[in-house]
């Protein structure tokens, strides 16, 4: 009895001292690799997004906030036989500080060819291939004409829309990207860092303006659920980021705007279908504007924010009649 007792006591204490390592089969669901770069699926896709700019006075109160609201239709190269994803601005909406929203008619139905190629910009200098011309002279639907920084959000409206889709969801050519996180948790120095863009458009921006970023990081956070699809959860970080740009509002006045960006945001990825389900960014821009007249400098703190989703046709409908 006793020396059933003692083999028991030491086989007991074996099992205590002798190092437990739980099998790969049991390390969970959350534990990679995972391929982040799945193939997007062919269906037609619908976005909406919301871009706000509130600006503050020095002493910290806001002054007024400016709403640009975008809704997108994409079909996708594999299904227009294209030689790039076609998109199509189905309506453009600004609300600027106190006014009442006002549609843009030059916007509504305008179709571009979104194409990928590893500069980011056409043969014209141009970002994603966005034609400039379109964001000429734009007026709104009561035929107030659009103020020229005010037109340049419209058009940047394309570029924060492209590169969250298509530079931070979507792999990268010749550079670190989306196909290098494998695992929850890792981080990357993006392809994007320190790239610097021209953000020149039409006579009213000259060019010689670029935004330069800074140490783009991408970040695979976790998993999470957008309208009961499984995504991934991104999340990208520009660094200290600057910028410059030459406006000319009018002949013979040339401004000068130089100052710092730091944004940043979330962005959910279908696992799946491949496409972005959802995504935000959070900028604060700093600047120095110079005027050729008194008070000659002049310093501007703008917070942006932005809500980029992706919604079913229906949602897309009740947003052009207006039943949003």
Known sequence: MKSLLYSSLIALLLVIASPVSAPASDRG??????????????????FTMESRMMSYALNGDRIGTDVFRVSLKCIPQAVSGKEGDEFTCLKFTIQLANAPEAELPAMRNWKYMYRRNSAGIDEKGQVFGIDHAQFNNLVDVNGSPVPPD????????????????????????????????????????????????PVHLG?????????????VTLEFKGLSLVDEKECALLEYDSGESSFTMNMKPMPNMDIRVVGSSHYRGDIYKDLRSGW????????????????????????????????????????????????K
């Open 203 to 215: 006579d009213k921006i000259g060019k010689g303006s670029t935004f330069k970023n800074g140490k």
């Open 150 to 197: 005010k037109g340049y959000h419209v058009y940047n409206a394309f570029i924060d829309f492209h590169s969250i889709c298509d530079v931070f969801a979507e792999r990268m050519e010749g550079g670190r990207g989306i196909q290098d996180l494998k695992n929850i948790g890792e981080k990357i120095v993006h392809a994007a860092a320190h790239s610097e863009a």
């Open 29 to 46: 669901p959350l534990h990679g690799p995972y391929d982040l770069t799945t193939a997007r699926s062919s269906d037609i896709q619908y």
């Open 276 to 323: 972005v389900r959802k995504a935000n960014l959070s900028e604060m821009v700093v600047s120095e504007v110079t005027l050729p007249m008194p008070p000659n400098k002049v310093n501007t703190v703008v917070e942006r924010s932005i809500i980029l989703e992706n919604v079913r046709e229906g949602e897309i409908g009740r947003v052009l009649t207006g039943n």
